[in-house]
């Protein structure tokens, strides 16, 4: 079975400042995890993935995330936020199996960013 | 090249009816899987379809069935509506054997 944690329903930034948004997995295989955004009334984006290779992965819009075996975690970050950062992230996990992929998702973390 | 669309975007329903939500994956891809998100909250697997066959199901009740069409589109019925099947359904599509899902912007279902 796999599950995801997300710390932090909600995170504030300012806009010009970090982003981090924590995500720890539980898989009992190697897993494929991957970063998504929900912008109002939208479904969701993919932001980045990890499959494997370089534990640190780069996606779109200035994100970024490391996977890190040994802590089980993912997390996701950005330098420097910016308004149109304002949404809601969602991690996930899956595993590439002849009986499906399903993605099992956190909660979500929403971004507020204030000017 | 149309990305993973779905219909109608808006639904209202009253209790006990039955829905059908429809479903055309990305261009190329062979897998379609369905997700439910309710207010606030990740979005649940419900099913995913393969060679027209359930392949994976999810926590979902037998009143949740779904089919999948020769040319790889699907549709998701919902019998014998509850209050609390209201949410977002989201579809999504992948090629099989490659790990990636490309999500389509979803129907919102009201059910009353």
């Known amino acids: 079975a796999q599950s995801v944690t997300q710390l932090g329903s909600h995170v504030s930034v300012s806009e010009g400042a970090l982003v981090l948004l924590r995500c720890n997995y539980s898989s009992s295989v190697p897993p494929y995890l991957f970063w998504y955004v929900q912008y109002p009334n939208q479904g969701l984006q993919l932001l980045l993935k990890?499959?494997?290779?370089?534990?640190l992965v780069k996606g779109i819009n200035g994100f970024e995330a490391e996977f890190k075996k040994s802590e089980t975690s993912f997390h996701l970050t950005k330098p420097s936020a910016h308004m149109s950062d304002a949404a809601e992230y969602f991690c996930?996990?899956?595993?590439?199996?002849?009986?499906?992929?399903?993605?099992?998702f956190g909660g979500g973390t929403r971004v507020l960013v204030k000017p | 090249d149309a990305g993973v669309t779905q219909s109608p975007t808006h639904l209202i329903k009253t209790r006990g009816q039955q829905v059908t939500l429809r479903c055309s994956p990305k261009?190329?891809?062979?897998?379609v899987s369905w997700y439910q998100q309710a207010l606030g909250q990740g979005p649940q697997f419900i099913f995913q379809?393969?060679?027209?066959?359930?392949?994976q199901r999810g926590n979902f009740p037998d009143r949740f069935s779904g089919h999948q069409f020769p040319n790889y589109s699907s549709e998701l019925n919902v019998n014998a509506l509850l209050l609390g099947d209201s949410a977002l359904y989201l579809c999504?599509?992948?090629?099989?054997?490659?790990?990636?899902?490309?999500f389509g912007a979803g129907t919102r279902l009201s059910v009353l």
């Open positions: 261009s190329g891809h062979d897998t």
């Open positions: 379809y393969y060679e027209e066959e359930e392949r």
């Open positions: 990890y499959t494997t290779g370089a534990t």
């Open positions: 996930a996990v899956s595993a590439l199996r002849a009986a499906g992929n399903k993605l099992t």
């Open positions: 999504a599509s992948s090629l099989n054997r490659v790990n990636i899902q490309y």
